[in-house]
């Protein structure tokens, strides 16, 4: 059976070509376990053909050539084409991997699109090309040149957000790209695909080619590639940062993330509730920057965790195409079966359960879901504590005074994000000060394309959006001018 979006060529070089196998990626809803479209899956082949078109144009094409506002001119269309289309990439991401479709339509779709007008803003203020006095009385030019051939690598599970967070910047600055999304959610990137083209993306600039790891890996390694931007696990994240070591290729990781929510005394419960709801369970627990470990001074513990089952207990668990599911299932069976497990382990371990639990929630005899879950009285050295789940389990934790809730923040080996709750702002921040994470929020959580993203310690090595996330994507190269010409003539 076809359905209407099966599609049958790889995007390699801004042109639909045929792919190099007869090999096919089925992608299956994670709510019927149905078939819902079937594309070609990429091979080393495909990589070997979209890495050589890169190459050439950026190399010998004119992209790299043209002048930031020419380049600005391009992805500012885009920009207007990907703002008509949020409906059908809200609807399209929830259907490969589940998102709840409320969740989609607020950020799946809109934060991409968002991205691309932050970068645009950055790109049109960006020091291209700076000229600053030197210290041996001459004059010196800093350029930000285009770092090259580039490989994106994102996960599944807000696929748009880290595919965009990549190709932006790369278009912007004058590389070439070639994307290789996770075999869960190709689809998406087709409707990204058709808009590059209609943008007028020139031949050889961008590539895409859905595949596994193994195919994944051969991207890395590919000797035409200049820089590798990783979204997703921090295995693969040790693994690709080791082969780009080892080749000198320039590489940003963003990776998982364990984050603590700080609540003091003073904050207010229903605050907390309403905000975990969101940050600690967004896109079903599949988020990064998720808020799991919820730090409550022991005198609140039970209040707080109380309250955070009822509301976490409560939320609507469903189909991820009706609007009015909070939680929809793990984007694919084995991560339904990962989740639970860490459920079982988190009662073996002697964690008091809650709500949740490995059940199948009522009413839901198809679909990988999994009952959103709360552990009371866990230790920070648990498991549950420690390893990042990546489904809708929180676990509370008591702390004895701020002290300590800041040393059991840092005791992980994660630095993603984090969150303090408190009816003072200036105790709130200094909290934030103290806390080793990229990012942080006071009394609320979420991410400013103005200002850089990434992680501290285990969850990554770099930056994206803000002009620090540009600069990613370019190489510096001082030109040394001499004396100036006012400085000749005087
Ligand atoms: P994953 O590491 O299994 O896969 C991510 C991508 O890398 C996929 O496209 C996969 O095919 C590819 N891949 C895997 N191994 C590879 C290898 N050795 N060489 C080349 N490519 C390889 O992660 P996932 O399960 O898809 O995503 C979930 C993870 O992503 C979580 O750990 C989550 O925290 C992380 N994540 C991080 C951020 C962030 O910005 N820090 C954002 C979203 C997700």
Known sequence: MTTSLDRDALLIGTTWQAPATDSVIEVISPHSEEVVARVPEGSTADIDAAVAAAREAFDHGPWPRMSPDERIEVVQKLSGLYAAKLDEMATVISTEMGSPISFSTLAQAPAPWMQIEAFLGIAREFPWEDVRPGVLGGEVMVRHEPVGVVAAIPPWNVPQFTVLSKVIPALLTGCTVVVKPAPETP????????????????????????????????????????????????????????????????????????????????????????????????????????????????????????????????????????????????????????????????????????????????????????????????????????????????????????????????????????????????????????????????????????????????SGVGREFGPEGLSQYTELKAVYLGESAAGAEG
């Not at 400013?448 to 285990?458: E, I, L, R, V």
């Open 187 to 458: 689809l998406d990137t087709y409707l990204l695909a058709d808009l590059l083209i209609e943008a007028g993306v020139p031949e050889g600039v961008v590539s895409i080619v859905a595949g596994g790891r193994e195919v994944g890996e051969h991207l890395v390694r590919h000797p035409g590639i200049d820089k590798v931007a990783f979204t997703g696990s921090t295995a693969a994240g040790r693994k690709i940062g080791a082969i780009c070591g080892e080749q000198l290729k320039r590489c940003s990781l963003e990776l998982g993330g364990k984050s603590a929510a700080i609540v003091l005394d003073d904050a207010d419960l229903t605050s907390v509730v309403e905000g975990m709801k969101f940050l600690g369970v967004m896109n079903s627990g599949q988020a990064c920057v998720a808020q799991t470990r919820i730090l409550v001074s022991r005198d609140r513990h039970d209040e707080v965790a109380e309250a955070l089952a009822e509301g976490i207990g409560s939320m609507v668990v469903g189909d991820p195409l009706d609007p009015a599911t909070e939680i929809g299932p793990m984007v694919a069976k084995r991560q339904q079966e990962r989740v639970s497990s860490y459920i079982e382990i988190g009662q073996q371990e002697g964690a008091r359960l809650l709500t949740g639990g490995t059940d199948r929630p009522d009413g839901l005899d198809t679909g990988w879901y999994v009952r959103p879950t709360v552990f009371a009285g866990v230790d920070n050295s648990m498991r549950i504590a420690r390893e990042e789940i990546f489904g809708p389990v929180l676990s509370v934790i008591a702390y004895d005074d701020v002290d300590d809730a800041v040393r059991i923040a840092n005791d992980s080996d994660y630095g993603l994000a984090g969150t303090v709750w408190t009816a003072d702002r200036d105790a709130g921040l200094d909290v934030a000060r103290r806390v080793r994470t990229g990012t942080y929020g006071v009394n609320t959580y979420t991410m400013d394309f103005a200002a850089p993203f990434g992680g501290f310690k285990a």
